[in-house]
């Protein structure tokens, strides 16, 4: 009898200016459950799925058996009692970057329109730059067939930025003052990003694949762009609790129209995140020490993490630790076009600059990591900065 | 027999490539920047220095004090007529070597006079009367950027030189009273010169430069309203000054802003 069950009433209360159309895909699987157990597991799938949103403060669920009139025998009741986020809510925090420190205020409307759109104002007020940001984000049901069992996630985002660049140092190089000025960047975004990785800190195992495609211009602003950049990680563990790690970023940005590309949008290379061994955003076009980015680039690393030697302090905080090996290597360039799609590809091939190195890293909960390499860095070209030796760095994503 | 021979220090001679920079001349450019931009083209033609005019939507930014124009002269870039002047006279060109210590403060008197005056009066008539503003120099001060940048930045503009207004004492003044005040400084400039070609005698200095620059532009500039150009146009010799300038320094120039057009 406990078998066979008969679905009487979906409910979904605490509703208020959420549509119920996004919520019935979310919850849709808890119809096909075939037995109580079923049921409960898909419901609790179904809660994650709703919590993953980003629209509720709580969701609970309540099964019970069918009551009242038109009730059926072995019938149930589910019940989703949702509560709503605030319509709108700010926030305030400080944040510590590479070299800058900046204070950030911003305001979110986590379900704008009803189907989880997030809308958020954000003004960063730092020693280095000062910025405004307006985002409007939409998700979509993440329904990509091709890889049901695999956590698929894509975005569309529209951003409308204002920018104002301006020369920090008494006399910077003639081509960073061309810069100076105001820019106004409407772009739309997407980004699909498939992540199969236990962590992603320090990852044993999995892969991460991440495609972000960015167009300006076609609704207003004054910069048009077609900005292409792809991520690709791997990971596999071996012998002796190693874990071998392979890396490869590359972008690419194209103006559009008889405008070239603004400083603010290009690629930058080089620093204690991206090619170790070289200063921070350190390498490629440059014009009197100052560097004026690139408009192609790709870099790759490949590392071998293992736990500190002899294994201090262990199953505790010794854990956090890691030894790595790296190998970096990447190039950047501009493009000049006319040349070619195999010229740009030779130029990207030739003066690569590569390091190699060791060193310790610090993992700080799930979102960051220190890092305090010795590197050797070569290929250096002329104009190249590199910080040969010890090396310190502090971030969330690292070549 | 010992000769004695001066020779200057080996200042970098003046480049070929030297380039001033002001906003875009068409559809950007407004009064008071395109009298200050003239004024040092004059200048430097007087010394006989050659140099390129670029335009660019963001000059005003690239500048290093923010004012039009400044020129980019090697690797070294100077902004504003008065550094101009200096910078030039480093490399053994000046204009006014010849004036005598006297000679040389009532130049610059001079000099104060049109900066406080017609520079200031181009910046009120541009700024703070309603209908320039919102019929000529918003426009165009905004016309480079995309809505709604555009807008903000022409609205900040306007307040930042009402601000300065009101901080020099002019915030109350009217126009009528503001046209009264450039017909007494073209008095003072008008009886100083006399029947003089140039303020000091034969020669042209930094003032010619100045006064022509700013004259220049407001005779053949068309705003709403052209009672600024007729004041100028009372004083004949002026005039004829400007248009004696412009043939002997300036005769490359395009035609349609030949002086003789609008006399």
Redesign the interface.
Known sequence: ALSELHFNMLHIDGLGRTKEDLLTYEIADVFRAKSLIDVMKKSHEARQKLLRLGIFRKVEVLIDTSRGEGALPNGLDVTFEVTELRRLTGSYNTMVGNNEGSMVLGLKLPNALGRAEKLTFQFSYGTKETSYGLSFFKPQPGNFEPFPSICTNQTLKWEGV?RE???LARTPS?AI??E?????K?SLSHAMVIDTRNSSILPRRGGLLRIHQELAGFT???VSFLKEDFEIQLNKSLFWDSVLSASLWSGLVLPIGDKPTSIADRFYLGGPTSIRGFSMYSVGPQS?GDYLGGEAYWAGGLHLYTPLPFRPAKGGFGDLFRTHFFLNAGNLCNLNYGEGPKAHLKKLAECVRWSYGLGVLLRLGNIARLELNYCIPMGVQSGDRICDGVQFGAGIRFL | MNVCVFIPTAAEPWPENATLYQPLKEDQILLSDCASSLAVQAYLRMCGLPVQVVC???A???S?SGKIPFI?VG?Q?VSELGPIVQFTKAKGHSLSDGLDDVQRAEMKAYMELVNNMLLTAELFIQWCDDATAAEISRPRYSS??????NN??AYQKQWEVRRKMNAIGWGGKTLEQVYEDVSQCCQALSQRLGTQPYFFSKQPTELDALVFGHLFTIITTRLTSGELAERIKGFSNLLSFCRRIEQTYFEDKTKNTKLSKFV
């Open positions: 204002w660049l301006g020369c003639f003052r061309k100076s000025g105001h820019t106004l409407s207003g602003g004054d009197e | 660019r939507a963001n005003e930014y690239m290093p980019h690797n870039v480079p950027y995309s809505w709604p940048l903000i930045l």
